[in-house]
């Protein structure tokens, strides 16, 4: 069997179980595999850049996803009437200064002598510019987030709409999704460059950690994202359901497929939806291709494979590490704009590691690590099965319990830890791939 055939009849299998899904479990569940699996691709598309091309071990990517949902919000939604008159002027003027006092910092460091001397300047600087910092945020932080506090509380973003009218501008969440990657693509710079030089185990200690950081100020920044009050109704570039319903023609076109109006918008917004997002995957790994097989793609595999070689050979490690890891990230950042817009919400508290993480890593291993189609293959699949153990294991404990009594406690138990199969799963699925196809299933050539 050749490698294409292969290919072909792998991604053949993961599209044809999520078509069952549709007659099993409704169309509307199907297309939400669909979507979200494009989503996961794209993030572990990114994943396998950083990973499967140059080596780096990255598990800082809920990081990435979080600023990318981040700027779904600052790009899509209205600004919040007399937020910025009331405190955002200082807000600005605060994060000059704290700018100012890490710029200062370097300067010193770069030019004064090693010593006594430079290590007390450069701390006096940090201690004096943070208090000055804190001293002109926290009161204009203040002034905002009293700002309507139940329903905004926030400075809201840069849709020209107001709230009323601003879901009629979906088209600017477009330009939500490649702002989001630099968001992303701008934290990867300043975290290369304080966190490139370590390796391995030390490198993902580094990047979980920011990640958290990351997550943590979103949760905590009221006036920027809302906090833990999450921020709902991004609006979305494609119609609305109920406006669709509204629309003679489109319920008179459902019914002749078959759909009564509600289940038919639904589904048609989904596969609008899917129309966009496989746009962008297409655009990514087309890149990624040409990137794979460009004479840059090849000297990354060189210095992944041997650093101490390819620097012996005048290669710039450290450069090349900070642009894969930039490219990456901001890939991640895509991703994470078109999740928020997806789901038309911002939920800080719900970024966790196993899903945005290292879910996005069983992505790789599983679908073939320095592998493009794979990493798209694996998005598909584990997506697939993240989705469907729960009920699928809920099913298995249903028959098994079935002989025992409502009240009896091992029944209680049984159904109750259906949920934690999913998690027993991934780990047989990794198993089971590293002992039969250590590669991936579809290995790099």
């Not at 138990?413 to 259906?418: F, G, K, M, P, T």
């Amino acid at each position: 069997m050749t490698d294409t055939v292969k290919n072909t009849l792998l991604f053949a299998l993961v599209f044809t179980l999520i078509i069952i899904s549709g007659f099993f479990q409704g169309w509307n569940n199907a297309m939400f595999i669909l979507n979200m699996g494009i989503i996961s691709a794209i993030m572990a598309l990114g994943v396998n850049l950083q990973w499967g091309f140059a080596g780096l071990f990255n598990v800082g990517v809920m990081g990435f996803v979080a600023l990318g949902g981040l700027a779904a919000v600052l790009i899509g939604m209205p600004a919040t009437p007399g937020a910025f008159s009331a405190g955002g002027p200082g807000v600005i003027l605060a994060l000059v200064l704290g700018v100012a006092a890490i710029v200062a910092a370097v300067f010193i460091y770069r030019r004064m002598a090693p010593g006594r001397n430079r290590s007390v300047t450069i701390t006096a600087i940090l201690i004096f510019g943070f208090f000055i910092f804190r001293g002109f945020l926290d009161p204009n932080v203040a002034l905002i987030e009293g700002v309507n506090p139940a329903a905004t509380g926030y400075l809201g973003g840069l849709n020209p709409g107001s709230d009323e009218t601003y879901r009629d501008n979906g088209w600017i969440m477009l330009i939500a999704w490649p702002v989001g990657g630099l968001f992303a693509a701008g934290a990867a710079w300043l975290i290369g460059k304080a966190a490139l030089g370590l390796r391995s185990d030390y490198l993902a200690i580094a990047t979980l950690g920011i990640a958290e950081i990351i997550i943590a100020m979103l949760k905590n920044e009221d006036w920027l994202s809302r906090g833990v009050k999450n921020v709902v109704g991004v609006p979305r570039p494609v119609p609305y359901e109920l406006d669709l319903q509204n629309s003679a023609a489109f319920v008179e076109r459902a019914a002749s497929l078959g759909f009564d109006p509600v289940e038919g918008s639904t589904i048609f917004v989904k596969l609008l939806y899917a129309a966009l997002f496989a746009a962008v995957l297409g655009i990514i790994f087309w890149l990624s291709q040409r990137a794979l097989n460009s004479p840059w793609g090849r000297m990354l595999r060189a210095i992944r494979d041997n650093e101490v070689a390819a620097e012996a050979m005048g290669k710039d490690v450290t450069a090349r590490h900070l642009q894969v890891f930039i490219l990456g990230s901001a890939i991640c950042g895509i991703a994470g704009a078109m999740m928020t817009t997806l789901d038309g919400q911002l939920t800080p508290g719900t970024y966790q590691p196993l899903r945005f993480t290292f879910l996005i890593w069983v992505m790789v291993i599983v679908g073939g690590s320095g592998s493009n189609l794979g990493a798209i293959l694996g998005g598909f699949l584990i997506w697939f099965l993240w989705v469907q153990v729960e009920p699928i294991g809920l099913f298995i404990m249903d028959i098994i319990t079935s002989g025992m009594a409502e009240d009896n406690w091992l029944r209680a138990h049984l159904i109750e830890s259906a949920a934690q199969m999913r998690l027993m799963t991934m780990g047989v699925i990794m198993i089971v791939v590293l002992r039969f196809s250590p590669r991936g299933l579809i290995p790099e050539k």
